[in-house]
Every structure is written in C-alpha cells, then in structure tokens.
C-alpha cells in the first residue's frame, strides 16, 4: 500500500550484501507464528512487509512447522508452541516482565531455527521488531541470544491533539493525525503509527492533551462545526475512542485519555464536580466501567487539573491527592491508573519551588491507583534545567516522568536538536536520594504504576514530523523510555542507519549532527549559564515560544545593572534545599555550582569570575557567539552529503539549517544586546554593542 507519508526508521531496504541476505533467507524466509490473537496479526504483518523488503522476495507464513525447509523463523510462547517449548528455557521467558522477550538462534529437527518469543503477546511484537531491526542495520543473527525486558513498566506518549480544534498542541508536524469526525473508520495513519509507537517499545497512548478545557472561542478550525462539543468522555464519542483503541491494541500499545476535571459537570449533569462529594464518586465510577465496557485493556486517564485554567480539586478547597483519589478508587477493579500532573503553580515567588512545596507534603497520600506525573526539570522543558526535587523525595508515591518530545523551546519544526543528549544527562543525574548513586531513573523505574511518559510530536505532515530530523527524537525516546541506561550516541546512531541507510559516511555525520545539535541551541537560546525562560510568549501560534524576548520575562532571568542569574541559593529562594546533600550544597555555592546551571541557581555580578578567569557577562557573549558557529558548522557537515542522500530529504533539511542559522543569530544578537543593555560592559573581542 503507498501511502502518503515516509516510512521513517520502519523503511526496511533490501540489504545489500549477498552473503548476508542468504544467511537471513536461510533462517526467516519461513516464518511459523501464530494466529490466534490481534497482536499476532500485526506481527504475521510486519514480517510479510519487512521480510519482503530486507530479503527482496516474499516470505511464506506457516501455521506449523515447516518441515521441509532448512530454517524458519518461529514467533510464539513456549506454552503454545512445542518448537518453542523445545528451543528455549520455557521457565525463563515465563519469568520475563510481561513486556519481556527472548531471541535465540538454535537448530530443531535439524533446521536452522530463530526463535523469537516472551511470555505474552505483546512481548512477541516487541520481540519482532527487534529481529527485523538487527536484520535492517545488517547484524548477523546466526547467533542470538537475546534476553530484554524494559526497565520502566510504563511509556507512554502523551498526544496534546485537540480533538475540539483537529490540531496539535506544541504540535510542529502539522494537524492532529486522528480525526474524530470520520471515526470510527480507520486510516492507514493510524495503523502506521502503531508500528511506529511499538517498533521502540512504547507501551501507552493518551489520545488528546492536557488541557482539556475548550477555549470559549475554539481556534483554527472552528466555525466549521465539526469540532464543537467534542468531548471524548461523551457517550458518543467513546465508540470512536474503541475504534483507535482496536488499532493500538493490534500493536500491544494501550489506550488512555486526558479527561477534565470538572467532566461530572460537563459530561455528566452533577452541578459540582467536588472529589467528597458522593454522586461525584459514583459518577467517576460508572462512567469509568463505561469505558472499560467498550475497551477492555484501557489504560487510564491523564489529568492536569488546577494548572493553567484546568479545574481541579481546588476549586472545592481538596487537595491534589483527595482529587486525584476519587478517580484512582475508580479504576480498582481494573487494570488500568490515573496520571495526575505535577505541573501545578502556586504562590511562591520563585516557580521552580512551587511543584515541590504541593506536593512532596502528600507524598504517601495518594491511591495505589495513581501516578504523579513530573516534568524532568522544575519549570518547563526549558533547554536546560536541573533535575526536578520531587525525584527521589517522594517514595511512597508512584511516579512518573514526563518528557517533551516536542521542540516547543528547542526550535519547533525548523530547527536540528536532538533531545536525546538532554535525557541522557537528566538519566545520569545522580539525586543521592538514599546515598551516592541513586541515579534519577530509579525514582521512576521498576513496579506498575511507574515509568516514563513523552509529549509526542507527530503530525500529518508527510514526514510526520516538521523536521526530518526530529524523528529521532521519537525513536530516541522510545528507546530510552525502554531503557534509560542505553548509550545515546549508540541510538542515535541506530536510527540514522535505518532512517538513511550504511554508507559510514552518511551515518557518522548524521549521528554527529545530531549529538551536537542540543548543545548549540542551549549555547544560542540561553547563553550556557543556566538562564531559562527567555522566548517570545506571543498571541500568533507559531512564533509563540520560538522567538527570543528575554525583556518579557525579568523575573526569570533576575538580570539587574549589578549581574545576573536566579538566587536559589539558601540565601535567596533555597529552592537549593529541596536537593539532598550532597547535592543541594555543591549547587549552594557558586564556586561549585557546575557552570551550566551557574545562574538558574545564583544571581552573580556580570564582572564575576568563573574558573577559566573569565566573567559571567564575557561567557554569555562567548556562549551565544559560540552557538551561532557551531549551528553553522553543523550545516555544513550536512551540506556535505549532498548526492549522499537523496535530493528530497538533503533539501528539506538543508532548507531548515538556514533558516535555523537566521533563527540562532537573532537569538543571539537579542540576548547579548540584553545582557549589553543591562550591564554596560562590552565585549572584550569587539563585538558587543552590535554594530
Ligand atoms: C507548557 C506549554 C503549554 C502546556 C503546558 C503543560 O507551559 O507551553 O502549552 O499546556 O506546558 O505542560 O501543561
């Protein structure tokens, strides 16, 4: 089927070398799996697709052992299938997680035999995409002996669509991909996606954003009627959730959806939506096995409530963990939770205190039913922060992390920036929660009920992204999501050969393109101290949040005539004290303080020393000087591989590097006239004032 759209890191070439191609014929041209359950049909359907692809002829599907072959290929639990049974340790895979699975390369009866299995369904189709991505990067397989499970339980991507709008939320690859008002007829996009969702590992889709409170006047779209009043939650709408919930579950991915707080109210006809309220309880309950009625394996709800206009328990004087409970006491009959955000404001001056001050206080407060949900840093997917406090503080809670996949402040659909380097430097981050070495992720990972969610970043674009380049950030996050221990630099380079193929050439400049790009943003969006929070908040959709406007937000940068940069230290917000030690006194003192945060934590004269001797004010004018360079050098490296690549996707690309240049100059030019314009000092190579 051709569809409108690029395959992405699912593209599946036929693999070049002959020997190889034999090799893998010999052991997966025959392909014996199973027929019995959804996610079976989508594994018989991704070998048919990927096998024809990467061994250029077509594989033939068995429903038993293919006895006159010399190899097949057997997808299966050992419980169901003898040959399976016969070729692995069957206790061993029934104790894997239930996401776990098992790779073996073997002989039975004398055949070459590859056995892909795991205890549950959803194991195999991970299980499959593994095997066809060693066969798409050219690994050998004559050998496995693979054993994986993920180290997070749940990964979820958060979709931010509006179903009221048929947009996307922070979205930059075009409208939302799922259209209410045909389902629930299905498209191929959805199917597509799926594989995509589940060729990294994904587990868990929330279908539409956060804020769920329809704008008084709906936007874009609107005026056309078809989006007013929908509410997902509604009796007619909640087929079409069924709908999509059918196509994830093919993919073992299960469906969840962001609900509003006051819907007793605005579903339901309750005239009040207070989580003590009895009717209230009873209404979150029915409407919760409604839902269940439909779709079986739901996964829950997403909840942002008392947050940027969202109602929430608030508005009834309860607090977070009284709101968020009604609706966990809701899913105790099912396997399904509720993932309340953490992303809440308070009235502390300094916001990177605030989510901490709320909720660290309930920690132990909340149902076996719900998952805080917190943002990696204390105030907003800027590019760099430090870690938020609540990892490590709340251990009688079940959390989760959330992650932007989306580039709402690293350049959007235009620019180059992995944010796989940014995850990587928040999973190192050593919290010291219960002494050295307790790694961030351990505050997420482990038991039901934790793991890791990412705000997606798909769209109908034809490349589904904005940026071409910006699927790694979906392949890296996945992947990551999985196991956060894996070597960036190593997925990184992973998705670039599936995506563009083997030539090293191709595969090393991409990878380090990519490396290199989040650094260069920090450098030209901050100034490489620590500032934050210094973007255009505009009313127009697209510039809002990619332009640079630090004038628009003093009390962020804390930027005066003396210096610069945030006290958080004890002497100023003491957001410092919510570390543990031995933490919360190297970021206490400026001298210590690593100099990439140097100014989120402390406000410093623009003449103060750092320890290669320059100042702060001289470093911020390198940095963002600096930034420019290397955006520019990274162009280059790409203009390199012209007739490398093919035209289509060496142009968009190109294309976006200039104007990401243009982007990143007036970053830096309006942030160093800012610093310029508050300091006085110029800049000892001449270039500040601007001419
Ligand atoms: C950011 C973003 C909003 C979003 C919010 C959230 O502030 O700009 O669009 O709604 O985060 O995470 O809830």
């Given at each position: 089927l051709?569809?409108?759209?690029?395959?992405?890191?699912?593209?599946?070439?036929?693999?070049?070398?002959?020997?190889?191609?034999?090799?893998?014929?010999?052991?997966?041209?025959?392909?014996?799996?199973?027929?019995t359950?959804?996610?079976?049909?989508a594994?018989?359907?991704?070998?048919?697709e990927?096998?024809?692809?990467?061994?250029?002829?077509?594989?033939?599907?068995?429903?038993?052992?293919?006895?006159?072959?010399?190899?097949?290929?057997?997808?299966?639990?050992?419980?169901?299938?003898?040959?399976?049974?016969?070729?692995?340790?069957?206790?061993?895979?029934?104790?894997?997680?239930?996401?776990?699975?098992?790779?073996?390369?073997?002989?039975?009866?004398?055949?070459?035999?590859?056995?892909?299995?795991?205890?549950?369904?959803?194991?195999?189709?991970?299980?499959?995409?593994?095997?066809?991505?060693?066969?798409?990067t050219?690994?050998?397989?004559?050998?496995?002996?693979?054993?994986?499970?993920?180290?997070?339980?749940?990964?979820?991507?958060?979709?931010?669509?509006?179903?009221?709008?048929?947009?996307?939320?922070?979205?930059?690859?075009?409208?939302?991909?799922f259209?209410?008002?045909?389902?629930?007829d299905?498209?191929?996009?959805?199917?597509?996606?799926?594989?995509?969702?589940?060729?990294?590992?994904i587990?868990?889709?929330?279908?539409?954003?956060?804020?769920?409170?329809r704008?008084?006047?709906?936007?874009?779209?609107?005026?056309?009627?078809?989006?007013?009043?929908?509410?997902?939650?509604?009796?007619?709408h909640l087929?079409?959730?069924?709908?999509?919930a059918?196509?994830?579950?093919?993919?073992?991915?299960?469906?969840?959806?962001?609900?509003?707080?006051?819907?007793?109210?605005?579903?339901?006809?309750?005239?009040?939506?207070?989580?003590?309220?009895?009717?209230?309880?009873?209404?979150?309950?029915?409407?919760?096995?409604?839902?269940?009625?439909?779709?079986p394996?739901?996964?829950?709800?997403?909840?942002?409530?008392?947050?940027?206009g969202?109602?929430?328990?608030?508005?009834?004087?309860?607090?977070?963990?009284?709101?968020?409970?009604?609706?966990?006491?809701?899913?105790?009959?099912?396997?399904?939770?509720?993932?309340?955000?953490?992303?809440?404001?308070?009235?502390?001056?300094?916001?990177?205190?605030?989510?901490?001050?709320?909720?660290?206080?309930q920690?132990g407060?909340?149902?076996?039913?719900?998952?805080?949900?917190?943002?990696?840093?204390?105030?907003?997917?800027?590019?760099?922060?430090?870690?938020?406090?609540?990892f490590?503080?709340?251990?009688?809670?079940?959390?989760?992390?959330?992650?932007q996949?989306?580039?709402?402040?690293t350049?959007?659909?235009?620019?180059?920036?992995?944010?796989?380097?940014?995850?990587?430097?928040?999973?190192?981050?050593?919290?010291?929660?219960?002494?050295?070495?307790?790694?961030?992720?351990?505050?997420?990972?482990?038991?039901?009920?934790?793991?890791?969610?990412?705000?997606?970043?798909?769209?109908?674009?034809g490349?589904?992204f904005?940026?071409?380049?910006?699927?790694?950030?979906?392949?890296?996050?996945?992947r990551?999501?999985?196991?956060?221990?894996?070597?960036?630099?190593?997925?990184?380079?992973?998705?670039?050969?599936?995506?563009?193929?083997?030539?090293?050439?191709?595969?090393?400049?991409?990878?380090?393109?990519l490396?290199?790009?989040?650094?260069?943003?920090?450098?030209?969006?901050?100034?490489?101290?620590g500032?934050?929070?210094?973007?255009?908040?505009?009313?127009?959709?697209?510039?809002?949040?990619?332009?640079?406007?630090?004038?628009?937000?003093?009390?962020?940068?804390?930027?005066?005539?003396?210096?610069?940069?945030?006290?958080?230290s004890?002497?100023?917000?003491?957001?410092v004290?919510q570390?543990?030690?031995?933490?919360?006194?190297?970021?206490?003192?400026?001298?210590t303080?690593?100099?990439?945060?140097?100014?989120f934590?402390?406000?410093?004269?623009?003449?103060?020393?750092?320890?290669?001797?320059?100042?702060?004010?001289?470093?911020?004018?390198?940095?963002?000087?600096?930034?420019?360079?290397?955006v520019?050098?990274?162009?280059?490296?790409?203009?390199?591989?012209?007739?490398?690549?093919d035209?289509?996707?060496?142009?968009?690309?190109?294309?976006?590097?200039?104007?990401?240049?243009?982007?990143?100059?007036?970053?830096?030019?309006?942030?160093?006239?800012y610093?310029?314009?508050?300091s006085?000092?110029?800049?000892?190579?001449?270039?500040?004032?601007?001419?």
């Amino acid at each position: 089927l051709d569809a409108d759209y690029d395959e992405c890191w699912l593209r599946y070439p036929r693999v070049d070398d002959a020997d190889r191609r034999e090799s893998y014929a010999r052991r997966c041209l025959h392909v014996y799996a199973g027929e019995t359950s959804p996610q079976h049909g989508a594994i018989r359907d991704e070998l048919r697709e990927g096998l024809e692809g990467i061994l250029g002829r077509e594989p033939h599907l068995w429903q038993h052992p293919p006895r006159s072959a010399d190899g097949f290929l057997v997808v299966g639990q050992p419980d169901l299938m003898e040959v399976v049974a016969d070729s692995v340790d069957a206790g061993m895979v029934r104790s894997l997680d239930d996401d776990g699975y098992h790779l073996r390369s073997t002989t039975w009866e004398g055949a070459e035999v590859t056995v892909v299995t795991a205890p549950t369904d959803r194991g195999l189709v991970y299980g499959t995409f593994h095997l066809l991505r060693l066969m798409a990067t050219g690994e050998p397989i004559d050998d496995l002996d693979v054993v994986e499970e993920p180290r997070n339980a749940e990964r979820l991507i958060n979709q931010w669509d509006e179903p009221f709008r048929g947009t996307v939320e922070r979205g930059y690859g075009g409208e939302s991909i799922f259209k209410w008002e045909h389902l629930p007829d299905l498209r191929e996009r959805y199917f597509d996606y799926a594989r995509l969702l589940a060729s990294v590992g994904i587990n868990g889709v929330v279908l539409n954003d956060v804020n769920t409170t329809r704008p008084e006047r709906p936007g874009d779209l609107a005026g056309t009627g078809e989006f007013e009043g929908v509410d997902l939650l509604d009796e007619q709408h909640l087929p079409k959730v069924a709908a999509l919930a059918a196509v994830f579950r093919r993919y073992g991915i299960r469906t969840y959806l962001s609900v509003n707080y006051a819907s007793p109210m605005l579903v339901g006809d309750l005239d009040t939506a207070d989580p003590l309220d009895d009717a209230v309880a009873a209404w979150w309950k029915d409407k919760v096995a409604e839902v269940y009625d439909l779709i079986p394996d739901f996964g829950g709800f997403l909840v942002k409530a008392d947050s940027e206009g969202q109602p929430g328990p608030y508005d009834y004087d309860r607090s977070h963990a009284e709101g968020a409970n009604v609706l966990g006491r809701a899913f105790e009959p099912y396997d399904g939770r509720v993932f309340w955000r953490a992303f809440v404001y308070s009235d502390h001056d300094d916001r990177a205190v605030q989510a901490h001050a709320i909720f660290e206080p309930q920690d132990g407060d909340f149902h076996e039913k719900v998952t805080v949900q917190v943002k990696n840093g204390p105030i907003d997917f800027q590019p760099r922060e430090p870690v938020s406090t609540l990892f490590g503080d709340m251990p009688e809670t079940h959390l989760a992390c959330e992650l932007q996949i989306t580039q709402e402040y690293t350049g959007q659909g235009v620019h180059v920036c992995s944010h796989v380097p940014l995850w990587e430097e928040f999973f190192a981050f050593d919290t010291h929660a219960d002494g050295e070495g307790t790694p961030v992720t351990e505050a997420f990972a482990g038991t039901e009920g934790e793991g890791i969610a990412g705000v997606g970043n798909v769209g109908e674009d034809g490349n589904w992204f904005g940026n071409y380049l910006s699927g790694v950030n979906l392949y890296g996050f996945g992947r990551l999501a999985w196991d956060p221990t894996l070597d960036g630099e190593s997925v990184t380079e992973e998705w670039v050969r599936l995506t563009f193929g083997d030539d090293p050439e191709v595969v090393e400049t991409v990878t380090d393109i990519l490396q290199d790009s989040w650094e260069a943003t920090v450098d030209y969006e901050t100034g490489g101290l620590g500032l934050i929070h210094m973007m255009y908040n505009g009313e127009a959709r697209l510039e809002n949040h990619y332009d640079p406007a630090p004038a628009e937000w003093p009390g962020y940068t804390g930027a005066t005539e003396d210096g610069i940069g945030y006290d958080r230290s004890s002497s100023g917000s003491d957001y410092v004290d919510q570390f543990a030690d031995p933490v919360a006194e190297r970021y206490d003192d400026p001298e210590t303080c690593p100099d990439k945060l140097l100014l989120f934590f402390h406000h410093l004269p623009w003449d103060h020393e750092l320890d290669d001797g320059r100042t702060v004010v001289q470093t911020l004018y390198d940095n963002c000087f600096a930034g420019v360079e290397e955006v520019k050098r990274l162009r280059e490296q790409w203009r390199s591989l012209e007739g490398s690549i093919d035209e289509q996707r060496y142009r968009h690309v190109a294309e976006r590097f200039d104007e990401q240049v243009e982007q990143a100059e007036r970053w830096r030019d309006t942030l160093v006239e800012y610093f310029h314009d508050y300091s006085g000092v110029a800049d000892e190579r001449g270039r500040v004032p601007l001419a």
